[in-house]
């Protein structure tokens, strides 16, 4: 069983939604939270481009710490960790349409391009929302690793 907080404490403490679902599952990996944190910066608002949903990123960070490879060699963990994202992103673009940040506002009529949409974005509780999905979806993943 992996050690995890819950990440919309992270979200309200002023956290991105990637920093938040890593600084939620540090703990069990051994990762202080200030490495967590720094980790995950760059891959916010997916890649603060719009790209790959911020929760979606730190979640496969995540299962990159749980089932890949430190390697080069272990081709087993590698496939084995590519079949976990695939599942991961699968299960996400299952309950959002998408695992893109932009595809997945535009759903809920936010313009990523409007600076006071954005601004409104944690209020309005969707990035909770979503962060939460992914954290169950890895949680699920998780649980299935052998011990």
């Known amino acids: 069983m992996i050690d995890s907080d819950l990440p919309e ?9 990637s920093q938040a679902v890593v600084m939620a599952n540090a703990k069990g ?20 481009q719009g790209k790959t949903c911020g929760a979606v990123a730190g979640a496969v960070m995540v299962a990159g710490l749980a089932f890949g490879s430190s390697t080069s060699k272990d081709a087993y963990s590698r496939d084995r960790c590519a079949l976990v994202t695939q599942e991961l992103c699968e299960r996400f673009r299952q309950r959002h349409g998408s695992v893109e940040c932009r595809s997945i506002l535009q759903r809920h009529d936010v313009d990523i391009k409007d600076s006071k949409q954005m601004q409104n974005l944690r209020a309005s509780g969707l990035c909770f929302h979503i962060v939460r999905d992914a954290q169950a979806i890895l949680m699920r993943l998780l649980a299935k690793r052998p011990s």
């Open 9 to 17: 404490v992270y979200l309200e403490a002023g956290y991105t939604c």
């Open 29 to 48: 990996f051994g990762l202080s939270r200030e490495t967590a944190s720094l980790m995950a910066a760059g891959f916010a608002g997916g890649l603060f």
